[in-house]
């Protein structure tokens, strides 16, 4: 069956620094990969959406890289600031729009 | 900007009883979706609806779930015999093409 898994349930960072976030799939082949950011007791919240063509998409001091090969996607936040602390999902997708979801990965950036 | 939105924000239920939650999707979207996330666990896909009709359900969307587009705004997901296990957070989300946009959440607990 489809298994998306994230990096580490937590992670820890100083402001300032760049926080990268690993989002690993098998047994499935996304035409998307989206990243949404989920604060504690509300919905998520849609960041960025990479194709399965693209390799890299960046949005201000976001970036997304999708190597299919691997069936890796990497989430880069740089600058990074206690305000971006929260946890983040990678979600897959194919074309029905149904969006399967990691179980999400907390990061703390600690002023 | 055009948001989704949910009510109610809370909801609390007897086992055995009917619940009606209530989505108005972003105005010119044409995808409707309802998710789940129970405590501590992550989102789960419970049905996508289209042109009036279920697109894609999963296994957790049995016959004790039902959804349904009552006029041009609402988007309503019933639930006709809660049990326990159906408490958790229910999320609408609304595409109007391959991101989908999630509302603020209804909390369902059932006693």
């Known amino acids: 069956s489809q298994k998306i898994e994230q990096n580490s349930e937590a992670l820890n960072i100083q402001e300032g620094k760049t926080a990268t976030l690993t989002c690993n799939y098998t047994n499935y082949s996304p035409a998307y990969l989206q990243w949404y950011r989920q604060d504690p007791g509300r919905g998520p919240v849609f960041l960025l959406l990479i194709r399965e063509n693209e390799k890299e998409k960046r949005k201000e001091r976001l970036k997304v890289t999708f190597d299919t090969t691997l069936k890796q996607s990497l989430f880069h936040i740089t600058a990074s600031q206690p305000a971006d602390s929260a946890t983040y999902l990678c979600?897959?997708?194919?074309?029905?729009?149904?969006?399967?979801f990691g179980q999400g990965t907390t990061l703390q950036v600690k002023p | 900007e055009p948001e989704v939105t949910q009510t109610p924000s809370h909801q609390v239920t007897q086992m055995g009883q009917e619940v009606i939650l209530r989505c108005v999707p972003i105005s010119n979207h044409l995808y409707f979706y309802w998710y789940r996330q129970i405590l501590g666990q992550k989102v789960e896909f419970l049905v996508s609806f289209y042109n009036n009709e279920i697109s894609e359900k999963s296994e957790i969307f049995d016959d004790q779930f039902s959804v349904e587009r009552p006029d041009g705004s609402n988007f309503t997901l019933k639930i006709r015999s809660t049990k326990l296990e159906d408490s958790a957070m229910y999320f609408c989300?609304?595409?109007?093409?391959?991101?989908?946009?999630f509302g603020p959440g209804t909390r369902l607990t059932v006693l």
């Open positions: 979600a897959l997708s194919g074309n029905t729009g149904k969006l399967i």
């Open positions: 989300a609304s595409s109007g093409t391959n991101t989908q946009y």
